[in-house]
């Protein structure tokens, strides 16, 4: 199942390996910007391919009937091919690189190897875009394992980090995929400035149809309006995004509205 993921490893560390290569390498990278990182971006990717291998390792047997499960395999399969390839390239330019350097024609040959080595280094750039792909598609798959468990009636589920890393395009994926299979469904924005009020007169106005909701919601504080949340969500299975979230608080705040649900997940 790992085989391709462990001779892309093993290729790797051959190549990383080679002090000659490297010493070769950095001649190079004062030519061309674009080769100083080259190294380290590929045991970038030797750390990456590492932890999808042990991922694999782990995955119980009965998950490998998993459509889902397979298909993630199969692309991180696809990306450990294309490894061992640009792998084998780099192999066998810098043998050839070292050859001519012990023969004196190194210096003649500068310029095609810097032109070959770019190459290279554009692929190696390939590689990290379908590395990237791969994880969201392990995480996609795991909020969708854990949006569905049935160890709680109510699940909250937390996805943080630094901005950028793709959170709330992670989130809206399996949102938009998944709403369909709730009775509730809404996303919020909250950001830095809010009241807990305001939340949750918004959640009420989306949660609960339009007729159905109190003409004096303006006047309702934060007793009654959890209180027609709860009724607008009495049993039903709800899927609820908490976007943009910088302060627990917020979700600790407004949690008493979410009791007796069938199913409440939040993303902060």
């Given at each position: 199942?790992?085989?391709?993921?462990?001779?892309?490893?093993?290729?790797?560390?051959?190549?990383?390996?080679?002090?000659?290569?490297?010493?070769?390498?950095?001649?190079?990278?004062?030519?061309?910007?674009?080769?100083?990182?080259?190294?380290?971006?590929?045991?970038?990717?030797?750390?990456?391919?590492?932890?999808?291998?042990?991922?694999?390792?782990?995955?119980?047997?009965i998950?490998?009937?998993?459509?889902?499960?397979?298909?993630?395999?199969?692309?991180?399969?696809?990306?450990?091919?294309?490894?061992?390839?640009?792998?084998?390239?780099?192999?066998?330019?810098?043998?050839?690189?070292?050859?001519e350097?012990?023969?004196?024609?190194?210096?003649?040959?500068?310029?095609?190897?810097?032109?070959?080595?770019?190459?290279?280094?554009?692929?190696?750039?390939?590689?990290?875009?379908?590395?990237?792909?791969?994880?969201?598609?392990?995480?996609?798959?795991?909020?969708?394992?854990?949006?569905?468990?049935?160890?709680?009636?109510?699940?909250?589920?937390?996805?943080?980090?630094?901005?950028?890393l793709?959170?709330?395009?992670?989130v809206?994926?399996?949102?938009?995929?998944?709403?369909?299979?709730?009775?509730?469904?809404t996303?919020?924005?909250?950001?830095?400035?809010?009241?807990?009020?305001?939340?949750?007169?918004?959640?009420?106005?989306?949660?609960?149809?339009?007729?159905?909701?109190?003409?004096?919601?303006?006047?309702?504080?934060?007793?009654?309006?959890?209180?027609?949340?709860?009724?607008?969500l009495?049993?039903?299975?709800?899927?609820?995004?908490?976007?943009?979230?910088?302060?627990?608080?917020?979700?600790?705040?407004?949690?008493?509205?979410?009791?007796?649900?069938?199913?409440?997940?939040?993303?902060?």
């Amino acid at each position: 199942m790992a085989e391709a993921i462990i001779l892309a490893l093993r290729k790797i560390g051959s190549a990383l390996a080679d002090e000659t290569a490297k010493k070769m390498l950095a001649k190079l990278s004062e030519k061309v910007n674009n080769l100083r990182d080259l190294n380290d971006k590929i045991e970038s990717i030797r750390m990456q391919l590492t932890a999808m291998n042990n991922v694999i390792c782990k995955i119980g047997t009965i998950y490998l009937t998993d459509e889902v499960v397979r298909g993630w395999i199969g692309e991180v399969r696809k990306v450990a091919y294309h490894v061992e390839d640009v792998m084998d390239m780099y192999s066998y330019h810098t043998l050839q690189m070292e050859e001519e350097w012990f023969l004196k024609k190194y210096f003649i040959k500068a310029s095609h190897y810097v032109l070959v080595f770019s190459q290279i280094a554009e692929e190696v750039i390939k590689v990290e875009k379908e590395i990237k792909k791969v994880v969201e598609l392990k995480n996609l798959r795991r909020l969708t394992e854990w949006l569905y468990s049935d160890e709680l009636d109510s699940t909250v589920i937390t996805v943080s980090g630094m901005g950028g890393l793709g959170k709330t395009t992670l989130v809206t994926n399996v949102y938009e995929r998944e709403k369909t299979n709730f009775s509730a469904t809404t996303w919020m924005v909250v950001s830095q400035t809010y009241t807990i009020e305001a939340l949750l007169r918004k959640l009420l106005m989306k949660v609960g149809r339009e007729e159905q909701v109190s003409p004096n919601i303006d006047k309702l504080d934060v007793h009654d309006l959890k209180e027609n949340i709860k009724q607008k969500l009495d049993n039903r299975k709800c899927l609820i995004v908490l976007d943009d979230v910088w302060d627990q608080e917020v979700y600790l705040q407004m949690s008493d509205a979410f009791q007796n649900l069938a199913m409440t997940s939040c993303w902060r």
